[in-house]
Structure formats: C-alpha cells, structure tokens
C-alpha cells in the first residue's frame, strides 16, 4: 500500500476571467521529500503555491493535506495544521530585530501572545526557541540588528525562520533565493538541506543549478499544466523540458550530457 503524500491536488483549475491559470493539476508531494516546481515565465507556479496555501481559492479541483481534502480551510487554519508558507518578496518587520519577529511569531503559534496575564517564564520559553531557531539558520549573531539593516540574503533567512517557527509539517518556498547573491544563495539552500525530513518542502526555484542540487523531484509546469515530473535525472533527459526552456537544448543550469 503506497503511503499517503503530504500534500496533493486533484483535478485542480484556476481562472482569471478567460485566462486558465491552472489547468487541471494533479500533484502528490511524497511526505518528506524535497519537491521543486519549474517552468518558464508565467507558467502558473507561484499560482499554485497561493491556490495549496489558501491564499487563492480554486475555480475547481481539490487540495489534500495528508489525504484530508482542505480545499475549503481558509489559509490561516492551514498554517495550524502545519502548511506554512513564505512569499517571493519578504513580508518582514523592518523595525523589529530577528529575535523580537522570530519570538512573536512563537508566542502567537503557542497562544499566548494575547494572553498578558501568563508567568513571564512562558514568554522567556519562546526567546530560548527564538534563539535556537536563529542560531540553526545563523542567524544569531544578527539577532539585535533592526531587520531592515540586514543583508537581503539574510532577510530570506529570517522570512524562512518564521515560517520555521510555526512548526510546519509542509512547507511552501516561492523563490527563497530571489535576489540573493549566488554565494549567499548557496548558503540559504545548505541551510534548507540540513531541516529535519519530518518538514515536507516545495519550492519554486528558477535558480537550475540549485533545483537540481536540492530537489529529489521535480515537476515541470507549462501554461498552467503539469508537462513532467520525475526525479532530476529524468527531468534533465526529457526533450519536452529543454524544449520549453526558451528552444534551448538544455534547460538553463542543466547538464548538458544529461
């Protein structure tokens, strides 16, 4: 008996008005795995991320969260199931420091953000998980930096640890390495490599170098519909995917032996 994939979608479409956005998507995201999403420009991929977070609702299809359909859960009743996500431009607290955006955001997963009569001590308990948090992303040593004076690397970083800090089981990266500089880029993915694999992650990435250093399957996505998947080597040999990269005979960062 196949075990049951941390996230699917079945039969999923999304339209604005005449444009077909998404187009019949059926995906299974095997628990664990480390699941990429390519295509060229306009593909409907970052489409999919809003339509599996909740951010968008679909015009018909399904989306499963561990076999339960949650099509209809609105996106905030998500994340406390463990489906958390980040975006492809930060949605940062410039004016608050790494440790004072990471410890709220555990105050408000724990409930007790609201709660002001609580014992100080169950507060000083989410700074402890705020500072270990950063320190896995190294981050701590910029923990009293204002954000808006870190590097934009190092913002994707943080963005990441507050995803992190609701304690997903799935989560969803739209473009994580966006406008990071390749050094920096390469830091963010070994961070994201060394996350416990009870953390499902999917990511958009157009970075090829890094999909196919990080991601153990890839699906491919054209006009809306899912044109491949398969592990990085079948993906890297099907003629279909150099097609679509631009005519190409290699998709961009692809091996060309492959």
């Known amino acids: 008996m196949n075990p049951v994939p941390a996230l699917s979608t079945r039969a999923l479409v999304r339209r604005f008005g005449a444009l ?32 599996l977070s909740g951010f968008l609702r679909p015009s018909s299809g399904s989306v499963l969260l561990d076999g339960e359909d949650i099509t209809s859960v609105p996106q905030h009743l998500r994340v406390r199931r463990g489906l958390v996500r980040t975006f492809q431009i930060n949605r940062l607290f410039a004016e608050l420091d790494p440790l004072e955006s990471v410890a709220l955001a555990i105050a408000q997963r724990s409930a007790i953000g609201a709660r002001w009569w609580r014992p100080l001590g169950e507060y000083r308990a989410c700074i402890d998980e705020a500072a270990e948090l950063l320190r896995r992303l190294h981050l701590l040593e910029l923990a009293h930096r ?7 690397g190092k913002q994707r970083l943080l963005e990441i640890a507050l995803a992190l ?3 997903p089981r799935v989560l969803l990266l739209d473009e994580p390495a966006a406008g990071v500089p390749a050094a920096e880029s390469r830091e963010l993915f070994d961070i994201l490599a060394q996350l416990p694999r009870s953390i499902t992650i999917v990511l958009i990435e157009h970075d090829m170098d890094l999909v196919f250093r990080f991601a153990e399957r890839i699906s491919v996505l054209v006009g809306g519909a899912l044109l491949a998947e398969g592990d990085p080597g079948a993906i890297a040999a099907d003629p279909r995917v150099r097609q679509v990269y631009l005519g190409e005979q290699t998709p961009p960062g692809v091996p060309a032996h492959a």
């Open 165 to 167: 800090a609701m304690h």
């Open 20 to 51: 077909l956005a998404t187009d019949s998507v059926d995906l299974d995201v095997a628990a664990g795995s480390r699941h990429a999403l390519i295509g060229p420009n306009g593909a409907g991929k970052t489409t999919l991320i809003n339509l």
């Open 146 to 152: 204002p954000t808006r004076e870190l590097a934009y």
